[in-house]
């Protein structure tokens, strides 16, 4: 069961350079999350897609993009990478559904350890 | 004040006791509150669910919601140097358009002592 599988797991980058975190997640999910984890800030939402087709903004999206390609898919594109950026960086996945919207926990991929020099 | 507030610790306890985790929240409207274990270096990993008030136990797990008082907790029964980790609580709520928002504590450092 793969479950949420995050690339890369290490990526050292320069100031100014440009990648795209990729995400996948094989469990039918309709939701997908990309937060930050820096220490002493805990877990900070940047980007969410609620379903296939629709992406919004979180608690820290300046500085990142996403594309929510299709059900499985969710990437992560930082276009000029700054030093403060430098952190490690969690997709998550769940599955809101009727009744209790709120009732279905997330599901994390191992991560992202992001260095931008 | 923080949406979702834990004591960072570290919280110490010997080997075979009882860890007592605690979290507030300020959303009156959190329906649901999850329990995540992150070891160093790894990602958080789900242990409980509670969704109403009152204790759910789970194993050594016990969780406990107090909407009234916005309080949940966590016990860990017979320690292990095994639970040492971060503990991150969670906070769950239905907004519109069907998306479930999530906010997470900073999380509670255990470290139990052999």
């Known amino acids: 069961n793969a479950g949420v599988t995050q690339t890369p797991k290490f990526q050292v980058l320069k100031t100014g350079q440009s990648m795209t975190l990729q995400c996948a997640q094989d469990m039918n999910h309709n939701s997908m999350y990309w937060y930050r984890q820096d220490p002493g800030m805990g877990l900070r939402l940047i980007y969410y897609s609620a379903s296939e087709g629709t992406t919004d903004k979180g608690e820290v999206p300046n500085g990142y993009n996403v594309s929510r390609l299709n059900k499985r898919e969710f990437s992560l594109r930082l276009e000029s990478a700054a030093p403060s950026q430098t952190s490690v960086y969690f997709c998550?996945?769940?599955?809101?559904?009727?009744?209790?919207?709120?009732?279905?926990?997330?599901?994390f991929g191992d991560g992202t350890r992001l260095s931008i020099l | 004040q923080k949406e979702v507030e834990q004591n960072s610790g570290p919280l110490s306890v010997p080997e075979g006791a009882i860890a007592s985790l605690n979290c507030t929240y300020s959303?009156?409207?959190?329906?649901?509150f999850f329990w995540y274990r992150q070891y160093s270096g790894k990602s958080p990993e789900l242990i409980m669910s509670i969704y109403s008030n009152g204790d759910k136990e789970d194993g050594r797990f016990t969780a406990q919601l107090n909407k009234a008082s916005q309080y949940v907790s966590l016990l860990i029964r017979d320690s292990q140097p095994s639970d040492s980790a971060t503990y991150l609580c969670a906070v769950s709520t239905h907004s519109s358009g069907g998306y479930q928002k999530v906010t997470f504590g900073t999380g509670t450092k255990l470290q139990v002592i052999p």
């Open positions: 998550a996945s769940s599955h809101p559904r009727p009744p209790f919207y709120s009732n279905q926990p997330q599901h």
């Open positions: 959303d009156r409207g959190s329906q649901s």
